[in-house]
């Protein structure tokens, strides 16, 4: 029975990358492949792919849901103006997004937050989160965050630097088009166009999907037996040309590769049986830990993962826990970046 200590590492907080390499293709990338471990570079991508095989990428696009604002209250009901961060993490309806808001304690049921030219009306507080209402909804709603948010850097970041207009740049892929997450499939960032041309004059295909990333790929497993962790839904959707390419490329004989754990995830949650993939849409909660027997994922490209995170739990599923060791243990030594503006990894079963 697999434990929560099983998948924990000590990592040196000198190799957490609080920016991205510039260019983006020119991370490091260690590849596992045939139990040896190969140093090599994002732009060399193309020497370890073959004509014919497929990369599957997350083409969510996130939104500038940090906002600042002030809880304005009636004087006649006490205490004036309170500075309020609210960062969006998922999205109710139209108009009303789930958030994490600090100071917590400051807001109530029924409190106003003004966010420039937007208010929002607190519905809702329960389990560390509000519900707000805002005064805009749709794509009117999506512009003002555009306009007034900053990039919701995770924690590991955001703990060491605010956001600040080049993360407007930096955490959003080249190919971002569909608008619903609240982080990036950061896997997908080392890819500039260069990069995506070279590959494609090498015969290599690519095909998209959709997985609108949560706050909940943040969120800590709390449970020591890992079985026992509920993960965080999220939205994705599988189109039916993703699902035939997916499919065609397995019949060729070519490898299926998504870029991220996010695409992995939405790939195998519209898996429907050995090799089979159909067109998929809804919430997926998939859970993917070590004895998963992978359906349509041939390998994986991913960047380098939080000690006990669901993340490298899938990497362990799919490389196996020996070898997941070894790699983050290379990882270390050879001072790899890690996290989300890291460097990455080609994990070849």
Request: overall charge negative.
């Amino acid at each position: 029975m697999l434990t929560l200590s099983d998948f924990d590492f000590d990592l040196p907080e000198a190799l957490i990358a609080l920016r991205p390499a510039v260019p983006r293709s020119s991370s490091r990338m260690l590849v596992s492949a045939s139990d040896a471990l190969h140093d090599s570079m994002v732009a060399d991508l193309g020497s370890w792919l073959a004509e014919g095989d497929l990369l599957v990428f997350n083409n969510t696009k996130v939104i500038p849901s940090r906002l600042s604002g002030t809880r304005t209250r009636d004087t006649i009901h006490g205490s004036g103006v309170s500075q309020i961060e609210a960062t969006m993490i998922e999205r109710v309806s139209g108009d009303t997004w789930r958030a994490l808001a600090k100071p917590l304690k400051r807001l109530a049921v029924g409190d106003e937050v003004v966010f420039g030219d937007i208010y929002a009306e607190v519905m809702a507080k329960e389990d560390g989160q509000v519900e707000l209402k805002f005064s805009a909804t749709g794509a009117a709603l999506d512009e003002s965050f555009r306009r007034l948010g900053q990039m919701p850097l995770p924690p590991y970041i955001a703990s060491k630097r605010p956001a600040d207009a080049q993360d407007m740049d930096d955490y959003q892929t080249v190919f971002a088009k569909e608008t619903g997450a609240v982080a990036a499939p950061t896997a997908s960032l080392h890819f500039d166009e260069a990069l995506l041309a070279g590959l494609k004059a090498a015969g290599v295909k690519s095909t998209e999907v959709t997985l609108h990333v949560g706050a909940g790929t943040f969120l800590p497993v709390k449970t020591d037996v890992i079985a026992e962790h509920k993960m965080h839904s999220e939205w994705g959707a599988v189109s039916e040309q993703a699902a035939a390419d997916i499919a065609e490329t397995l019949a060729n004989g070519g490898r299926v590769i998504p870029v991220g754990t996010t695409a992995l995830r939405i790939i195998e949650t519209a898996a429907t049986g050995q090799g089979d993939i159909g067109a998929w849409s809804g919430d997926t909660d998939i859970f993917i830990t070590p004895g998963y027997e992978f359906k349509v994922t041939s390998a994986l490209m991913t960047n380098f993962h939080l000690p006990k995170s669901t993340l490298l739990m899938l990497v362990a599923a799919l490389i196996g826990m020996d070898r997941a060791r070894k790699v983050y243990g290379y990882a270390i030594t050879e001072k790899y970046r890690f996290f989300s503006y890291g460097d990455s990894s080609l994990l070849i079963p």
